[in-house]
């Protein structure tokens, strides 16, 4: 798992820049394929290990891993999502549309923890059969793309040979280190790009650490699928319910700032109780204290489309992408090798430092 996100998160870097900045001038629509496409490619090769390959299977894996990243994985499909977005929205409501979007990678992640959950539970190590449910949906996800998503802003250039230009990777850079019309905003791009990388730290932490964690526990894989099928639950209903809600009749009280205020806080007070948790009931109480801890990306994001023009909006989106998945490649190598260190006499160790962090981002954020 350690190598497999390393390798994800390392190659997916380059690729965020390039595909967050094609999207400025190729439109959203087809930058939005790219992973899809080569997440297929990743899936056909996990069908294939699974089937034909009775031992070096990890290298199979690893190739998946390459193709995902390669293509800016999930980081670089959430840019453009919100890209798009930014596009078709007001600043007004543009916090309450990405609060939603948020909320469906969420909902989308209860869906798979559990399916992953209940076919380990049925399939046995027939373990194609799960790759193929996630190429199918891959499948399905590119013909709506292509099929029914209209494009989102004009397409400046059609010429792809375009696309190979090592200018996207300057125009990104511009678009967040340049001097504006108001003193304020390059530094606030900058401090709410840190705000976001540390937000996803806690992401790193999860993936990387929570299962050994767990298992620490005397968890099995379901149990573990069931406990992030809830935790994505949670995280949905918090966005797509409490917040709109909040949002609708208290629009003067939830601006930006406090909606962040929730989101660092309940990070912070989850990964502590986490940390602390000794027992699977004190762990089934942490979604409860995480309620509003996916509440720091949405003003982040809602603030960073609101401080660049319009025509920046791929790269800046782009630019938080990358500054994530660097986020994400760090920390998994840096929390694998802590908690190996730490696990005989406090493995939470890593929950305690990433909620530490949390405040940090708060304070940075204010």
């Not at 439109?27 to 899936?43: E, N, Q």
């Amino acid at each position: 798992m350690r190598y497999y996100l390393a390798i994800l998160y390392f190659l997916a870097i380059l690729p965020c820049l390039y595909v967050g900045s094609w999207s400025d001038h190729f439109g959203r629509r087809k930058p939005l394929c790219i992973p899809f496409i080569f997440s297929i490619f990743a899936s056909v090769s996990l069908v294939f290990a699974s089937v034909f390959v009775s031992s070096d299977i990890m290298a199979f894996v690893f190739l998946a891993a390459g193709f995902s990243g390669i293509s800016g994985g999930t980081m670089s499909l959430t840019a453009n999502c919100f890209g798009y977005i930014s596009d078709i929205t007001s600043e007004l409501n543009r916090t309450k549309r990405i609060i939603v979007l948020e909320a469906m990678l969420f909902l989308g992640g209860f869906c798979g923890f559990n399916l992953a959950g209940l076919l380990l539970s049925n399939i046995g190590k027939d373990l194609q059969y799960a790759f193929l449910v996630t190429l199918a949906l891959y499948i399905v996800s590119l013909i709506y793309i292509f099929c029914f998503l209209c494009e989102s802003r004009e397409v400046k250039t059609a010429d792809w040979r375009y696309a190979i230009k090592l200018d996207h990777f300057r125009k990104v850079m511009k678009t967040v280190f340049q001097k504006r019309d108001s003193a304020y905003k390059r530094p606030k791009i900058l401090l709410l790009m840190i705000c976001g990388m540390i937000s996803v730290i806690a992401i790193a932490a999860q993936t990387s650490i929570l299962f050994p964690f767990l298992k620490n526990l005397g968890w099995e894989s379901s149990l573990y699928g069931y406990y992030s099928g809830l935790m994505n639950l949670v995280n949905g209903i918090s966005l797509v319910v409490i917040l709109p809600l909040a949002c609708k009749y208290l629009p003067h009280f939830f601006s930006d700032a406090i909606i962040a205020i929730f989101g660092f806080c309940s990070k912070a007070a989850g990964l502590l109780l986490l940390g602390f948790s000794t027992s699977t009931a004190l762990v089934f109480v942490t979604p409860i204290v995480f309620l509003f801890n996916e509440f720091t990306m949405p003003p982040i994001r809602s603030l960073l489309s609101k401080l660049v023009n319009d025509d920046e909006k791929g790269r800046i989106f782009a630019f938080l992408s990358a500054c994530q998945n660097v986020a994400q490649f760090f920390g998994t190598l840096a929390f694998t090798s802590l908690f190996a260190e730490t696990v005989n006499w406090f493995p939470g160790t890593c929950f305690e430092i990433v909620a530490l962090m949390q405040i940090i981002a708060l304070l940075l954020f204010l």
